[in-house]
């Protein structure tokens, strides 16, 4: 079974400090997307990457997508109680048995 | 000028009954999804349709059936429920198969 993995799963940080969840799998993906989830919600798209090796920036959060496609990174800067939520990578596989796979999650809370 | 919305938000219903839950998008996507999401976050999908064709069904019991009236709209019909379909159920839609999708709130299926 094709996964991607996320780590740390949880991680619980100051308001103001930096963080970086990581996504890894063994398989290719064509893309890969962010979402962040909030309790009582649907996923909602942060950013799309497609290039090895892109970066995205959205306001303080940096995407990098792997020079090899298979793994990626989500970095916030100066973290604020308004970016807690849960985080999941998604991306739509080249093989395997699922066409399109979610990550693990990464539950993350800013502290005020 | 709710984006995916699905219907019921909540379900609570016994054993080997017959229920079904709907969803319209009015983004003008001519792609929709069906995903499960666990007790752990987990999210998987089951089923996707462009334009009102079926191209996605991912080792789903056949119990599980959707259909798709028109591009807008995606309905799951499930019979004989069991406990292990407890769960929350996303309707999500996007452009085509670009994967940037937008999710509705969710159904939380609760099955006694």
């Known amino acids: 079974t094709q996964l991607l993995e996320q780590s740390p799963q949880f991680l619980s940080i100051q308001e103001g400090e930096n963080l970086t969840v990581y996504c890894n799998s063994s398989?290719?993906?064509?893309?890969l997307q962010w979402y962040r989830q909030e309790p009582g919600e649907g996923p909602v798209l942060l950013v799309t990457v497609v290039t090895g090796g892109e970066v995205k920036k959205l306001k303080r959060l940096t995407f990098q997508f792997g020079d090899a496609r298979k793994d990626s990174s989500l970095h916030i800067t100066a973290a604020q109680p308004g970016d807690t939520g849960l985080y999941l990578c998604a991306g739509e596989n080249t093989s395997g048995t699922y066409k399109y796979i979610f990550g693990t999650g990464t539950r993350l809370k800013v502290l005020a | 000028d709710t984006a995916v919305s699905q219907t019921p938000k909540y379900l609570v219903t016994q054993m080997g009954n017959d229920k079904s839950i709907k969803c319209e998008q009015n983004?003008?996507?001519?792609?929709m999804y069906w995903y499960k999401q666990d007790s752990k976050k987990f999210l998987k999908i089951m089923f996707s349709y462009n334009n009102k064709e079926l191209i996605i069904n991912e080792t789903v019991p056949n119990r599980f059936s959707p259909k798709s009236p028109d591009k807008a709209h995606l309905n799951l019909h499930i019979n004989s429920l069991e406990l292990g379909d407890s769960a929350v159920y996303f309707c999500?839609?996007?452009?085509?198969?670009?994967?940037?999708?937008?999710f509705g709130p969710g159904t939380r299926l609760t099955v006694t």
């Open positions: 398989s290719v993906f064509s893309s």
């Open positions: 983004l003008g996507h001519d792609t």
């Open positions: 999500a839609s996007s452009y085509g198969t670009t994967w940037e999708q937008y």
